[in-house]
Nanobody, 124 residues
Framework: QLQLVESGGGLVQPGGSLRLSCVVS????????ISWVRQAPGKEREGVSA????????NYADSVKGRFTISRDNAENTVYLQMNSLKPEDTAVYYCAAGASWSPTLSPGRYDYWGQGTQVTVSS
């Protein structure tokens, strides 16, 4: 059964850090592109980072470049998003998504399989 399960969200003060995890079952993260996509209330989904299958190339939205790092553990079939220097505007539900793309695209429409999401709130 194909499943993506996110965890690691929570409430953090501005400037703080969180590490999100996406445990995948039913497909191999080594051969699929995996993206982290966020959606804030009243806003459209925004791809913030992605990692491609096989090569492991990475991609980041300008809004998070230099602060977020995506990585994966093939043995654990898990993809991570390390988020540092968090800002209030990073507040959103964060989803991981998988797709059969050769490139680490940030376009949410290119991903076919989605997790349930984890809430990240950045507030003092």
């Amino acid at each position: 059964q194909l499943q993506l399960v996110e965890s690691g969200g929570g409430l953090v003060q501005p400037g703080g850090s969180l590490r999100l995890s996406c445990v995948v079952s039913g497909l191999s993260v080594e051969y699929y592109a995996i993206s982290w996509v966020r959606q804030a209330p009243g806003k459209e989904r925004e791809g913030v980072s992605a990692i491609s299958g096989t090569s492991g190339s990475t991609n980041y939205a300008d809004s998070v470049k230099g602060r977020f790092t995506i990585s994966r553990d093939n043995a654990e079939n898990t993809v991570y998003l390390q988020m540092n220097s968090l800002k209030p505007e990073d507040t959103a539900v964060y989803y991981c998504a998988a797709g059969a793309s050769w490139s680490p695209t940030l376009s949410p429409g290119r991903y076919d399989y989605w997790g349930q999401g984890t809430q990240v709130t950045v507030s003092s």
